[in-house]
């Protein structure tokens, strides 16, 4: 291994970052006569739309042009999967906040004048906002889905004991500090170059041709960096940027748009929310002989991304534990809301939080300790096929969990919380262990491909490029150093470059974690190519022994030989029946685990973390800095899901919260006072990955499911002996207050 | 014309609208781009600055939110962005720390966050009592999780700064003062005075709440007059009967003499809005915007705080009370200002707490407040003041619960009393920060809890 790979390296735009100078979309100078553009929103939720004047908005000052449905040339569409997407809504408003037409002016804040002037006819429908109601009418957008192995009735029925409870989970705005953001710029024969800030490129450019009549060839998108994506910018950035290629085709003229925050938090879906209802049959010492787990969700409008999303929601009901005899079945409900999409965990951390209530609900019921419940409930020899029959193979739960619970003393600690709440009338301590195990791989098998660039110039510089898209999770650093690696060059010589749907074609979105385990491996081929190259001249060569390798490509060059290559990877093993829901959807699995401990005050049911202790499992880490950066963002996020992060919605289906000012995501003062996390030190992939790593954007996420069963634990306590509070998330201090009020008076 | 000094330059900006915001200034004519814009609103950070105003020798240096800051607010003063830390390839040992301990990830926030820890850095206003964290609670990332933040401002702690050069040219720079549709008044009779020719008048302090009407409201304020510059509304007069605050006195610079005044008071000034609010707002904007949560006037009601308020050379005092009538509307007329607030130093047999409660503790706005001023005697309670926030249209007292503990035992059973009695005095909404449920029950939860041993989250 070389100096390049495992090292603490830091983000290749750290200097920038600090200094103000790396560029975002809105960072890039302006052609001279760059129109800009506001969308004109439906304020209203569900309904037929039966007017639309837009005299008031084309005689704005500084508008240039108005464009509707209407001037679309191709199709009407900005969805990924399923075309129901409307870049502008046509007959029927799906929801409020939905894009009705986009004005283009002299400034954006002409254009967002202007846009306010519309004047709107509509006919009112009935909206569905929560999932309940969307249930009560089978607004489901496909059939329920049903995932099971065994038959989880008679388990249940015959199991010594058995519990039924349910749990609901709100959903999460992305809030990357960026928003939406593209720029579209005309070029010849009716090309477009887009810039955008997207984890998806490939499909930006798909949309926008089908959008404008165009072949993909005409259409190159480009992304340097987002600031944030979380998911968030995976399909929601195509409205955006298909808007900005409609306005440069149209008025021929370059096209910008940055979307203010409100618009943005009310235009772009947002993290699933959910239900679970479990039903379960266990024996005496908690171990699971049968479980159903109903799972139920808001999508929203559209289609979205939806379908997948409650599928690995599926996929992580189970978490780490073996359910003998589970049926697990989901609906995925359309709603007169914003499409909800993908999140950092992509429905997994949904899934998860069922089962891991499951097992508070559980421990609680019997009594015992809820880390010994899960630990019997672990995935072992014998117990280790999934409810979609993949078997585990790399199971590390069990000695990660037994690690962080002898490194982070919470036997000790369990005792200790139990003396501080019996020493206290108004504060309630809460601890817990919880485990994670995700599932990597794009679940749709396709999707698990990525194609590279390298381009090695005969100074020895090397540039780099791959169909990855640079988010804030160093994907571009960790790549390099693959490549510097390959090459045994200094970091400084491989040279980060942005993504382009020119150099690398028909690429996945930066999702599902995957990726540095896809694009530095294509990455890695690409240069070993050139690497063999080299290598193979360098033989022919008596004295290239002494070369630096600015001197070999120099020589290389000037013996014809060719230094550039493109790399190619597609992940094996991976196959997946979703008629059965049955098969290996997943190469493998990463762990952690974490223990948080929380205080409640009862009075107002206000409460804070104050130590959270943390054993992650990367695999062999590309990058130490990066990896510890991920999961301590992760779990913050996480954190901020189940505990303040609160999104409300009025009856129309409108967010009352798109703002800051309303909706908070932690600050500095919420993060635990005491963090300690580790890397794994065992950790190495079973698989054959990257240098033997493994994925860690998402799976640290649910790792703060620890704070919100802490948090179920101190409720519990607040009234002993009265069972397992009905706690739902986020669990605000009004919930938790609710949550302890209630269980008082059982 | 209004001028101020960047990186050693005078920079004019030529008449123009005066709601027009500093970070646009920056970002769309200056070309200097690092400085972010994260929600226009001064809930993030993003686009921290530093400002400078001229103090004798020296400059009194305040992180603020760019984007909504009013360029006549800039007018006389010194301003520096995330470029001016920086010259060429040598980074500022802020930003050092920051690139080297991997407080980047997708750097979107950074140059907010190395603003804030650079002002602290230098002991910019309202740094020297805070720690790191509230240092930075008003910039928010979504990617790190904070603790390599947190550490990078550790590594920088406050050093005292050598600005006599800016001061100087500071010195020589002619503030324009007024423009088409504004006025940046220097005393208080000259405000005063401008506000009887002009009685339609926006008044603007600190722009922390009129700032929103512009870039999420998209409104034409008409004529403004900026206060932020008149000393003799920024007078604190700390005497044995009380402190009085002059309207302009921002929440940075009041909060330690409300600390000394109670220490709870001190402490609500931290939780509200992040520090670069708290450097722009003043409490006379505050009180007068009248806003139904308020974040200061429960605790000052509950004080008995008192307000002066000024037409030209008529002046006139009222209980701050009632200066709030329902919602939206408040006891000021036409060509009248808030001038002062007089708060009565609490004798020392009464027994205070102020609790805040939102879902979260820094930078949120409250769900609801309660502040209780208790006067004990001989183990009774001879006298109640009680008053919240967010459980009504406006801040206001609670009668019923005060009479339930007039003349009563200090004990468990004389709270529950008043807890119960609160539904006689608030018929709360249900909103987006909180059930009219949770309001009061929270609020009843307050006041059992007085008569508890305080037990605080944050000792633990």
Same mark, same amino acid.
């Given at each position: ?32 006569? *760059?129109? #800009?553009? /506001?969308?004109?929103? =439906? $304020? ?5 739309? &039966?007017?639309?004047?837009? +005299?008031? !908005? ?47 002016? *002299?400034? #954006?804040? /002409?254009?967002?004048? =202007? $846009? ?5 006819? &509509?006919?009112?429908?009935? +909206?569905? !906002? ?51 953001? /593209? ?564 | ?460």
């Amino acid at each position: 291994m070389s100096e390049a790979v495992g090292r603490p390296l830091r983000h290749d735009s750290a200097e920038g970052h600090v200094a103000g100078s790396a560029l975002y979309v809105d960072d890039l100078p302006e052609a001279p006569g *760059t129109l #800009h553009l /506001a969308f004109g929103l =439906a $304020a209203d939720g569900h309904a037929r739309l &039966t007017g639309l004047d837009l +005299a008031k !908005v084309r005689a704005a000052p500084g508008v240039v042009a108005v464009f509707t449905a209407a001037d679309i040339p191709g199709e009407n569409n900005v969805g990924p999967v399923f075309h129901d997407d409307r870049l502008f809504a046509e007959d029927e408003i799906l929801y409020p906040g939905q894009p009705l037409f986009v004005v283009a002016a *002299t400034s #954006h804040r /002409a254009a967002r004048v =202007a $846009a306010r002037l519309a004047k709107v006819e &509509t006919e009112p429908r009935p +909206a569905l !906002v929560t999932i309940a109601q969307a249930q009560e009418v089978d607004s489901d957008f496909e059939e329920p889905q049903r995932m099971a192995r065994g038959d989880a009735e008679a388990a249940i029925t015959s199991a010594p004991h058995r519990l039924s409870g349910a749990l609901a989970m709100g959903g999460q705005e992305h809030f990357y500090l960026e928003g939406q953001a /593209a720029l579209a710029r005309p070029g010849e024969q009716g090309q477009v170059h887009v810039v955008s800030s997207t984890q998806h490129p490939s499909e930006i450019q798909h949309l926008i041709a089908v959008l404008l009549c165009l072949s993909s060839a005409d259409v190159t998108v480009e992304v340097r960096r987002m600031g944030g994506g979380f998911g968030g910018k995976e399909t929601q950035a195509a409205a955006y940027a298909a808007a900005c290629a409609l306005v440069a085709a149209k008025a021929g003229r370059p096209a910008k748009i940055r979307a203010d925050r409100d618009d943005d938090m009310v235009m772009t879906g947002k993290r699933h929310d959910f239900t679970a209802d479990y039903d379960v049959g266990f024996d005496g010492e908690g171990r699971i002989e049968g479980i159903r787990i109903a799972l139920a969700s808001r999508c929203g409008g559209t289609v979205d991304l939806s379908l997948a999303i409650n599928d690995r929601a599926m996929f992580h009901a189970d978490n780490c534990y073996y359910l003998p005899s589970v049926e697990i079945v989901s609906r995925r409900l359309k709603t007169h809301t914003v499409s909800n999409t993908a999140f950092r965990g992509f429905g997994g951390p949904q899934g998860m939080m069922a089962i891991e209530r499951v097992m508070d609900a559980v421990a609680a019921h019997l009594g015992l300790d809820p880390l010994a419940v899960r630990q019997a409930n672990l995935y072992g020899p014998g117990r280790d096929v999934t409810p979609y029959h993949q078997t585990v193979e790399d199971n590390v739960a069990p000695q990660i969990i037994a690690e962080l619970a002898e490194s982070a003393g919470y036997a000790a600690r369990r005792e200790a919380v139990a003396e501080f709440n019996a020493g206290h009338r108004i504060l309630r301590k809460g601890l817990a262990l919880t485990p994670v195990k995700f599932g990597i791989s794009f679940t749709t098998t396709h999707l698990n491909q990525a194609g590279a660039l390298v381009l090695v110039y005969a100074d020895g510089s090397i540039h780099l490029n791959h169909g990855g898209t640079e988010m804030g999770q160093g994907l571009m650093i960790k790549v390099a150093q693959v490549v510097a690696d390959v090459f045994a060059v200094p970091i400084e010589s491989v040279k980060v470059s942005a993504t382009r749907t020119d150099k690398v074609p028909n690429t996945s979105a930066t999702a599902a974690s995957s990726g540095t385990d896809l694009n530095a491996m294509a990455a890695k081929n690409a240069a070993e190519t050139i690497k063999a190259r080299l290598d193979a001249f360098a033989a022919t060569e008596r004295e290239s022994a002494g070369w630096e390798f600015a001197r070999l490509c120099r020589e290389a060059h000037l013996a014809r030989i060719s230094l550039a290559a493109t790399g190619f990877y597609a992940t094996p093993k991976i196959e997946y029946d979703r008629k059965t829901h049955s098969g290996r959807p997943f190469l493998y699995f990463a762990y952690g685990a974490a223990l948080s401990e929380v205080v409640v005050d009862t009075l107002t049911g206000e409460h804070r973390v104050v130590a959270v202790d943390i054993i992650h499992d990367v695999g062999r880490s590309l990058n130490p800095a990066i990896d510890l950066g991920q999961i301590e963002g992760g779990f913050i996020q996480g954190m901020g899901w189940l505990t303040i992060e609160e999104l409300v919605f009025d009856d129309r289906g409108r967010l009352l919260t798109h703002a800051p000012s309303t909706y908070k995501i932690p600050t500095a003062g919420d993060r635990p006072p005491r963090m300690n996390i580790r890397l794994w030190a065992r950790g190495e992939n079973v698989e054959d990955t990257i240098h033997r790593s493994k994925a860690v954007g998402e799976p640290p996420l649910m790792l703060a499911i620890s704070v919100f069963s802490a948090l179920t634990q101190a409720v519990a306590a607040a009234a002993p002996g009265k069972g397992l509070p009905n706690l739902d998330a986020p669990a605000t201090p009004e919930r938790v207050l609710a949550s302890i009020e209630e269980l008082k008076a059982r | 014309m209004i001028r101020f000094l960047l990186d050693g330059e005078v920079i004019e900006v030529e008449d123009g609208d005066p709601t027009a915001t500093l970070l646009d200034f920056l970002r769309y004519r200056l070309r200097r781009t690092g400085t972010k814009e994260g929600c226009a609103e001064g809930d993030c950070g993003a686009c921290t600055v530093v400002l400078g105003e001229r103090d004798g020798d020296g400059v009194e240096w305040r992180a603020v939110n760019a984007c909504i800051l009013f360029l006549p607010m800039l007018d006389g003063k010194a301003l520096r962005t995330v470029e001016s830390l920086s010259s060429g390839a040598a980074l500022h040992p802020v930003q050092r720390a920051m690139a080297d301990g991997h407080g980047s990830q997708c750097g979107f926030c950074t140059p907010g966050f190395v603003m804030s820890l650079y002002a602290r850095s230098i002991g910019a206003a309202g740094t020297n009592d805070l720690s790191v964290k509230d240092v930075i609670a008003g910039n928010l990332c979504r990617c790190t999780g904070y603790g390599p933040i947190l550490e990078a401002g550790e590594a920088n702690p406050p050093e005292p700064a050598d600005d006599r050069e800016t001061a100087a040219l500071l010195r020589a720079i002619e503030p324009g003062r007024a423009g088409p549709g504004w006025f940046a008044p220097r005393s208080s009779d000259e405000l005063a005075a401008l506000l009887v020719e002009h009685p339609e008048a926006r008044i603007v302090a600190g722009a922390t709440d009129v700032g929103l009407w512009v870039t999420k409201g998209l409104r034409d304020l008409g004529t403004i007059i900026f206060v932020g510059d008149i000393p003799d509304l920024k007078r604190i007069e700390e005497g044995p009967d009380g402190l009085t605050l002059g309207a302009g006195v921002r929440y940075t610079e009041a909060k330690e003499a409300l600390a000394r005044l109670h220490p709870d008071l001190g402490e609500l000034v931290r939780r509200i809005g992040g520090l670069q609010v708290r450097n722009a707002g003043t409490i006379g904007g505050n009180i007068a915007n009248g806003s139904p949560i308020g974040d200061m006037p429960p605790a000052l009601i509950a004080l008995g705080a008192e307000l002066v308020l000024r037409r030209g050379g008529e002046r006139r005092a009222l209980p701050l009370e009632d200066f709030f009538i329902s919602y939206g509307k408040q006891d000021r007329q036409a060509g009248e200002f808030v001038e002062s607030v007089r708060i009565p130093r609490p004798a020392p047999d009464v027994r205070i707490r102020i609790v805040k409660l939102s879902k979260r503790f820094d930078s949120d706005i409250s769900a609801l407040c309660g502040a209780f001023a208790l006067r004990v005697e001989g183990g009774r309670i001879a006298e109640s003041r009680i008053a919240f926030g967010g459980m009504a249209g406006i801040p206001a007292r609670a009668p019923a619960c005060e009479a339930a503990l007039t003349g009563e035992a200090w004990s468990e059973a004389t709270f529950e009393a008043a807890a119960e009695a609160l539904v006689k005095d608030y018929r709360p909404l249900s909103d987006l920060r909180g059930s009219a449920e949770y309001r009061l029950a929270a609020a009843a939860n307050l006041i059992r809890g007085l008569g508890l041993e305080p037990e605080s989250l944050f000792d633990v």
